[in-house]
């Protein structure tokens, strides 16, 4: 790569890190988090690679980012037959919560580790970590092996998700880049509506087993094509001179050691309390005790880190980010518990099969993926993302409103049209929250303030599915007890497969099975109602901006820097060379 003598090793200058944030304000982006990981890639690193390579690798990272996305959405139709499988209907939320816990812990984690070591190197370890959590949960002998390779799984998707924003950043020119983050929205959204599809296919055709094992071969196309084609060394060199150890203080140890604990901790004693156990049991109350201690010391290491730290407090001093923040957790929780549950709710309550309710869950996931294009096309039209938000509290409130009053006999078109609304909903607020903080943000800070939107989004979903399995259970066995018929066998039926519960019993006790199973279910959707209801209370803290006008007066102020930088080159050099003939 031909570069002037002066310039050794491709580098990022605050002012071009401003430009780059004012062409994606002008224009915001299908993917908030992926450009602001991007600023920090060299604008020159893109000419590196070119041609048949480089297109390659872009296809094989749009893969990865495929499988990434699809792990979140296949396992849905398939739970209720490994609820059956290993009798462990008490660890359905643990599936989904342990890959969003490493997901969530590990995304600022992985960001900072790209900072400082080769992405081909970074990237080939997330991959290899995703390939080995994908193996053991697809040959997962009983549940607690099927979580642990959820969790490792995680931890690789996390380091994934970082990578292809790197490369991609790496290899496209910046003019170029808005076509290569659309396609990963597309490819969001393709999964989304696959995913169910795959799990259905998967679980009744062949086994659930194959939900996992399918990542196999196709993650290593993306694998290959980095290891052959891609140069590990188009990152920022200058970032590689720090020791081992100064490179493990910037990671935030201390920080990532007391967030896992912390959310573990919560996530069990929700699970466990009023469930398993009383409330008042010392187990639940011990959980509590640490969630508790370990969120007070991670808030109180995250303000003596400072700049340094996961989640710098200076960046939640901005109103809009707070909002955000918040506002995405609830969103998070709402489709999330909403998604999770609607599978179960087809299969258990309407009796069908795995791949009948995959189908049967397309209206609300189609309807975010065209609300989702369309808000954005507003969003860029007029500059604002606000009303998108805004309407979401409103529409996903109602349709899930409308999902709690559903029954064994509800009719196609009530189910299907109240999946639409809420899905319609979900889908015009996914990206306002990334985009509010790329408006309020300065350059440098917006890849933290992404990073904090997506650990939110992974939070929210994680903690409120927990919160919805334990409501489940406790109204599960309350209303299971109250059936004379079922009295006997209602301990066992409560922690059945879900699926497995109609099985064993007498004809004429399904139907009462399936209305204690659709009255259970009713809690949880009457939590994703909550949550979508609330989020009107962080959107009031989101700034109203446009961002065209935002866009073009950064772009005035980054040209009067770009203007002072070439005038102090200048004269930088031109005092060099006095000192030479000195």
């Known amino acids: 790569m031909a570069t002037p003598a002066r310039a050794p090793a491709p580098t990022l200058s605050r002012a071009t890190t401003v430009t780059s944030q004012d062409k994606h304000d002008a224009s915001p982006p299908s993917k908030g988090h992926d450009e602001a990981k991007g600023e920090r890639s ?12 480089r297109y390659t690798i872009i296809a094989c990272l749009v893969l990865a980012m495929f499988l990434v ?11 209720p037959r490994i ?9 359905v939320a643990w599936y989904f919560s342990a890959y969003s816990i490493a997901n969530a812990a590990l995304q600022l984690v992985w960001g900072r580790i790209y900072k400082f070591n080769p992405a081909k190197t970074c990237f080939i370890i997330s ?6 959590g994908s193996a053991v949960c697809g040959a997962a002998p009983n549940s607690i092996a099927l979580i642990i390779g959820r969790a490792i799984a995680g931890a690789g998707a996390a380091g994934i998700f970082s990578g292809c924003i790197q490369i991609v950043m790496a290899l496209v020119p910046l003019e170029k880049r808005p076509v290569f983050q659309a396609s990963f929205g597309a490819v969001f959204g393709a999964a989304s509506a696959i995913g169910p599809l795959l799990g259905g296919a998967f679980t009744q055709k062949v086994s659930w087993r194959w939900c996992f094992y399918i990542n196999l071969p196709l993650a290593a196309l993306a694998l290959f094509a980095v290891v052959f084609f891609f140069d590990g060394d188009l990152t920022d060199r200058n970032k590689r001179k720090m020791t081992v150890s100064e ?51 991670f808030i109180a290491s995250q303000i003596w880190l400072g700049d340094r730290a996961s989640l710098p407090p200076k960046i939640f001093m901005e109103r809009s980010v707070l909002g955000s923040f918040w506002y995405l957790i609830l969103l998070s929780g709402s489709m999330s518990t909403v998604f999770y549950y609607v599978p179960i709710w087809f299969q258990v309550v309407q009796d069908k099969s795995p791949l009948t309710a995959s189908y049967h869950t397309l209206p609300s996931i189609l309807a975010i993926v065209v609300a989702s294009i369309l808000n954005g096309a507003f969003s860029q039209k007029t500059g604002y993302y606000t009303p998108g938000m805004l309407a979401t509290p409103i529409l996903a409130s109602v349709g899930a409103g409308l999902i709690s009053t559903w029954t064994p006999s509800t009719s196609t078109g009530q189910w299907m049209g109240y999946q639409i609304l809420f899905g319609a909903g979900i889908g015009l607020g996914m990206q306002g929250g990334s985009l509010a903080v790329q408006a309020v943000l300065p350059g440098p800070d917006i890849p933290i303030g992404i990073a904090a939107t997506f650990f939110a989004r ?6 409120f599915v927990a919160v919805a399995q334990n409501l489940l259970q406790s109204k599960l066995a309350a209303q299971l007890s109250a059936i004379p018929q079922l009295h006997n066998i209602a301990s066992h039926l409560a922690h059945a497969g879900a699926s497995e519960i109609r099985q064993g019993v007498d004809p004429d006790q399904v139907g009462l099975i399936a209305q204690a199973y659709n009255a259970s279910l009713r809690d949880a959707w009457y939590l994703a109602t909550a949550c979508a209801a609330a989020m009107i209370v962080p959107f009031a803290l989101i700034r109203w901006i446009n961002l065209k006008k935002r866009g073009k007066k950064i772009a005035e102020e980054t040209r009067e820097q770009e203007s002072m930088r070439e005038k102090q080159d200048q004269a930088a050099e031109s005092g060099a060379v006095k000192a030479e003939q000195a």
């Open 247 to 297: 490179q493990i203080n910037q990671l935030d140890p201390i920080g990532t050691l007391l967030i896992i604990p912390c959310v573990t901790c919560l996530l069990i004693a929700l699970q466990w309390g009023g469930a398993r156990y009383a409330w008042s049991n010392g187990r639940v109350i011990a959980l509590l005790v640490v969630f508790a201690v370990t969120l007070v010391a």
């Open 127 to 132: 991959v290899l970590l995703f390939e080995v």
């Open 69 to 79: 996305s699809l792990d979140r959405t296949i396992l849905g139709v398939a739970v």
């Open 458 to 463: 992974e939070m929210g979903g994680a903690i």
């Open 83 to 91: 609820t059956d499988e290993f009798h462990s209907l008490d660890d």
């Open 42 to 53: 060299s604008p020159s690193a893109s000419t590196a690679i070119s041609g048949f390579k």
